[in-house]
T-cell receptor
Framework: AQKVTQAQTEISVVEKEDVTLDCVYETRDTTYYLFWYKQPPSGELVFLIRRNSFDEQNEISGRYSWNFQKSTSSFNFTITASQVVDSAVYFCALRTQGGSEKLVFGKGTKLTVNP | GAGVSQSPSNKVTEKGKDVELRCDPISGHTALYWYRQSLGQGLEFLIYFQGNSAPDKSGLPSDRFSAERTGGSVSTLTIQRTQQEDSAVYLC?????????????FGPGTRLLVL
């Protein structure tokens, strides 16, 4: 069975602070993909990043960075110098290859960035 | 180009009534997914359509839920005899299956409230 755990339900930071959102996953498949989505108050899920299970190279995109570690089954997301516009619910998701390739989501972390 | 669209944006219904939710995927996307986002349950997969293949209905919570996809494009999710626990945001996503690894693009969702 596949499972994604986002242990942090809510996080509140002050603008310009760095914040890390944790994601731990479970799967028995050797080929899988990990995702992060952002859901702002408007409600629409916005794709942020996709990583495959064979690529553990960390990625940086502007103020966003992702740390994928297969040894700990984690795919953590860090926002550097947070801004009020980063306030949203962030979802980590897992998808295995084959079949319907549905996404298995964590329950999300609500991030509030205060001015 | 146009993204995934869903209608209605909001729906309020009385317990016991039937509702239909519509999803228009991105043009050319052959795969279509329905997910449900409810408080305390996070995002849950409901059903998946891929071309002319039999849909993956493994996520439908009960036989009151059904979905169809006409002409390989528009999809309708029907909930019969709605219950209060059906209140949730219903999200539709589509993906272009000629590409790997099938990134899913989400619509804005339909917020369903069953009174």
């Amino acid at each position: 069975a596949q499972k994604v755990t986002q242990a942090q339900t809510e996080i509140s930071v002050v603008e310009k602070e760095d914040v890390t959102l944790d994601c731990v996953y479970e799967t028995r498949d050797t080929t899988y993909y990990l995702f992060w989505y952002k859901q702002p108050p408007s409600g629409e899920l916005v794709f942020l990043i996709r990583r495959n299970s064979f690529d553990e190279q960390n990625e940086i995109s502007g103020r966003y960075s992702w740390n994928f570690q297969k040894s700990t089954s984690s795919f953590n997301f860090t926002i550097t110098a947070s801004q009020v516009v980063d306030s949203a619910v962030y979802f980590c998701a897992l998808r295995t290859q084959g079949g319907s390739e549905k996404l298995v989501f964590g329950k999300g972390t609500k991030l509030t960035v205060n001015p | 180009g146009a993204g995934v669209s869903q209608s209605p944006s909001n729906k309020v219904t009385e317990k016991g009534k039937d509702v239909e939710l519509r999803c228009d995927p991105i043009s050319g996307h052959t795969a279509l997914y329905w997910y449900r986002q409810s408080l305390g349950q996070g995002l849950e997969f409901l059903i998946y359509f891929q071309g002319n293949s039999a849909p993956d209905k493994s996520g439908l919570p009960s036989d009151r839920f059904s979905a169809e996809r006409t002409g390989g494009s528009v999809s309708t999710l029907t909930i019969q005899r709605t219950q209060q626990e059906d209140s949730a945001v219903y999200l539709c996503a589509s993906s272009l299956t000629r590409a790997r690894p099938l990134d899913q693009y989400f619509g804005p969702g339909t917020r369903l409230l069953v009174l």
